[in-house]
């Protein structure tokens, strides 16, 4: 089912939807998840498979829009938008990874126009924050390019690959409201 953008001013790659994530995604989401750049960009461990993606999809909770963006029927990027509560209710976190093989290509902005259009337009966020590695500069050009700045910067975040690896916190305020 091909549902229109909720971003009209991004223009997405020719053949892409973006839709809600559904179960029937679990397979070709685990493909995406163990592809090794990646998982070098997020914080998926090895090995993923397709039920315990499942399981997870299915138990999405109140408070989430998990979207994923699809071209030729294959899963080729997704992003997630988890929504605080209680007094951080003006306050949702991001993370989001493309295809190794589909990178370069605009589904990132794509993925990232719609969350930031519904974060602005129909959620009533303030604030979107997010958590990128220091050594992912096309992620933080991304980023910035949807008005994210650099909060911080925290040392050894993530183990990865044998190493531990620093990440940026950077955050997008709503300065329309």
Known sequence: MSVPPVNTRIQWPEGLAIRARIPADAATI?????????????LRPPY???????????????????????????????????????????????????????????????????????????LNLLRLELTVFVDNAPAIALYQKFGFEVE?????????DGTFVDALSMARINTRR
């Open 30 to 42: 685990a493909t995406m998840h163990n592809l090794p750049g990646y998982r070098a960009g997020t």
């Open 152 to 160: 911080g910067c925290h040392k050894a975040f993530a183990f990865r």
């Open 48 to 122: 993923e498979n397709a039920e315990t993606i499942r399981k997870t999809i299915e138990a999405t909770t109140p408070g989430t829009v998990n979207l994923v963006a699809i071209l030729a029927d294959q899963v080729v990027g997704e992003i997630s938008l988890n929504m605080s509560s209680g007094r951080r209710n003006h306050a949702a976190s991001i993370g989001m990874g493309v295809h190794d093989d589909f990178t370069g290509r605009g589904i990132g902005s794509a993925l990232m126009g719609e969350v930031v259009a519904m974060a602005d337009a129909w």
